[in-house]
């Protein structure tokens, strides 16, 4: 246990020397990924959807803190749902701004959930931002999480029907799409009700005093979520898509473990419980403490 502690600091203190590099290096490969990601769902410009314009702007984005990358990376999508049609990107462009005043009126600050909630919903596992968020953020952050999950929902449904989208013979429109595929579908809210679960119940647990309170909201935040969304597939009949989602659920859990070994250090071995008093009360304080490992003193003696 101890070599895996040390490790831990070790590559702490790595990352932490180099921060600012590490924070450039991040941002330029969120902005390559969701760019991407923008071309192989979407690709429909194509002179943005050329890799090394996705390399430029990755360089660029490595400048920018990870709030004006996705910034960058809406602009870029929008961009792109023009080219397939101005009224599906005029669609995505009001629900970018409704994203930020509802945001800003809920004091939501991390609204890149809005562009990564959208990427790893491509991979497979947009349920990672709702469990790294409930570990991580406050109460606040539901907002942003919510309004992502809208966003990359409305996206899956736009890529699904393309072909009918451009179709000039077609009857399709966006507003049909979104009143049949998105208020009209079970699935579509038993995704949205999936990821505010699963928020709320990591955001409760890991707050609450129980021992190995990190591990415990992970694993019944997994849990609550992939009993919704298995439901949600049965009652579409959408039966092929549980195996992606078994997968999609060990990738979070990973994630999730992951955040709870670099982020969180508690020894419970040693919990302590204090007690004290003032005027007015009289506190009993359970203390947990932090697992430190004393540093080797290196003697060095010259012969």
């Not at 920018?64 to 602009?75: A, D, E, H, K, Y």
């Not at 942003?144 to 990359?152: K, N, Q, Y």
């Not at 029907?161 to 208020?183: G, K, P, R, W, Y």
């Not at 009652?235 to 659920?249: D, F, H, M, P």
Request: one cysteine or more; hydrophobic letters at 55%; a neutral charge.
């Amino acid at each position: 246990m101890n070599a895996f502690i040390r490790l831990r600091d070790d590559i702490r203190r790595f990352v932490l020397a180099r921060e600012m590099l590490f924070l450039k290096i991040w941002s330029a490969l969120v902005a390559f990924v969701g760019l991407i990601c923008i071309s192989s769902n979407f690709g429909h410009n194509k002179h943005i959807s050329q890799i090394w314009v996705s390399i430029i702007i990755a360089l660029v984005c490595a400048f920018f803190p990870i709030q004006g990358v996705s910034l960058i990376l809406t602009i870029v999508l929008l961009i792109d749902l023009i080219s397939l049609s101005p009224l599906v990107a005029i669609v995505a462009l009001g629900m970018v701004v409704v994203t930020y005043l509802v945001c800003a009126y809920f004091r939501s600050k991390n609204t890149y959930n809005m562009v990564a909630v959208p990427i790893c919903y491509s991979f497979g596992a947009p349920y990672a931002m709702a469990l790294g968020a409930g570990l991580m953020s406050s109460i606040n952050e539901l907002t942003s999480i919510v309004c992502g999950s809208v966003m990359a929902f409305y996206l899956h449904v736009i890529k699904d029907n393309t072909t009918a989208i451009v179709d000039e013979t077609s009857n399709v429109s966006v507003f049909s799409l979104i009143q049949e595929q998105m208020l009209q579908n079970r699935l579509f809210w038993c995704f949205i009700i999936a990821m505010v679960s699963m928020y709320l119940v990591v955001y409760m647990l890991r707050q609450s005093s129980i021992k190995m309170s990190w591990m415990i909201a992970n694993a019944a935040g997994v849990a609550v979520e992939f009993i919704i969304m298995l439901a949600g597939y049965l009652l579409t009949s959408q039966k092929a898509e549980i195996g992606s989602l078994v997968l999609g659920n060990i990738l979070v859990f990973a994630v999730g473990f992951i955040l709870n070994y670099f982020v969180l250090d508690l020894d419970y071995s040693r919990i302590e419980k204090v007690q004290f008093e003032d005027d007015d009360y009289y506190y009993y304080v359970t203390a947990v403490p932090k697992i430190r490992i004393a540093e080797e003193d290196k003697e060095v003696k010259k012969i």
